[in-house]
């Protein structure tokens, strides 16, 4: 058995927890929306048509932020196709994803939806095929209060009171050759930089995210990202990131270390972004808004799109199906994004319903909990106030990947007030347990709350409709002996540990 040390010191804090760090996302994608949030004629509908069974699990997920209408969808998007009476909306064909968009959900159903899972919506604009006019028209419509076409026309067609969306994003994954009306950094940067101006003298107050890059691994990484800013970075808050992982045949090793390439892909970002505001002797910091992160099994045919004729509404896509070991991954993301409070201020785990999501639905039928509900639903729920800059002493494990890399991945929050701690720790080991010592000196006397662990004997397990429920998280065996609080953790676990003053 392995040995793990972590020190924490509530003195040493990185950054408050923002609560957008546990956003989510929904596209016009797969089942997303379709029979996924909306799905007017099932026996739960509201009577807006959206499923309550869904709404339930959003809140006890503790979703805090929903970006909105993609993705690569948005790239082709028409927002003004979703909106007004649906008997005259048109049905388009949506390029990204060959699928038929009938437009019986658009923007009012999705604030109207937003309100009823209390969340707040975050919207992106079209900059593939469109631009700075369409920007600021879905501006219009959603943040002007009235007396004018577009305001207006919102309040005869749902909304009498102004959505007042602050966090827009400029487009989405415009570095993608796959994106329609992808462009050069160059490009990019001065279309960001004016559609950002332009919204500005609509509406002063907003928070604009510019796009980063869709991935580490894209060629033009770092370099993206130094161009675009140079372009616009006194027009935008934030950078946005996109990442998702899976396990290479055979790699589970590196699969369980993924966080790694998070935290690179995060430093890098804000050294870059640190680098142009140093050339510019600017004053102002550009945050991270990683709002595209989850696993992915990309290659699987689960996410192959439809071809030729065939341009279904809404279809089975991209339904993967988490094991344990995605859901410790997930976890794991989860303590690299919290680790980062200081840069990352806002995060959107793609998806929340059927497309790669927490949650999954039957037309018709039951919603049900993925292995990754739980360590986003606890997460989201415990990580209060502070994160903790907390110190982690753990043997490296070899990784084809990224080489050398520690045992065990941690992160604690420490909610100032009353001095409640969550600490989240993975174990990457494979084959063994690893015990873990947790130095509570510095932080006085505490008592273990609650205390629980995500694992199974057999971590490829997946939940389904059938049986979600067997490898749900369950109690984890602490020892408190003065001020060290000591526990066990299984190969390939995540595991949560509260303490309360005592
Ligand atoms: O989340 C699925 C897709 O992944 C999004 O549409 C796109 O932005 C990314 O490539």
Redesign the pocket.
Known sequence: MSNVSIRLDPAATVAPVHRRLFGS?V?H?GRCVYTGLFEPDHPDATPEGFRSDVLDLVKELGVTTVRYP????VSGYRWEDGVGPRAQRPARLDL?WHCTEPNTFGTDEFMAWARLAGVEPMMAVNLGTRGIASALALLEYCNIRGGTERSDARARNASAEPYDVRMWCLG??MD?PWQIGAMTAHEYGRLASRTAKAMRMLDPGLELVACGS?GSSMPTFGAWEREVLTQAYDDVDYLSA?A?YGEDAGDLASFLASAVDMDYFIDTVAATADQVRAERHSDKVINISFD?WNVWYQNRPESETPRGDDWPVGPRLGEDQYSVADAVVIGDLLITLLRHADRVHAACQ??LVN??APIMTEPGGAAWRQTAFHPFALTARHAVGDVLRLSLDAPKIDTAKYGAVDLCDAVATRDEASGDIALFVVNRAIDTPTEVSVDLAACGALSVTEACVLTHADYRWVATLADSTSAGPHPLATRLDEATCTFQLPPVSWAMVRLSAA
């Open positions: 996302f596209e994608l993609g993705g690569n969808f990204a989405n994954e993608g869709s996109h998702y595209e793609a998806q497309f790669i």
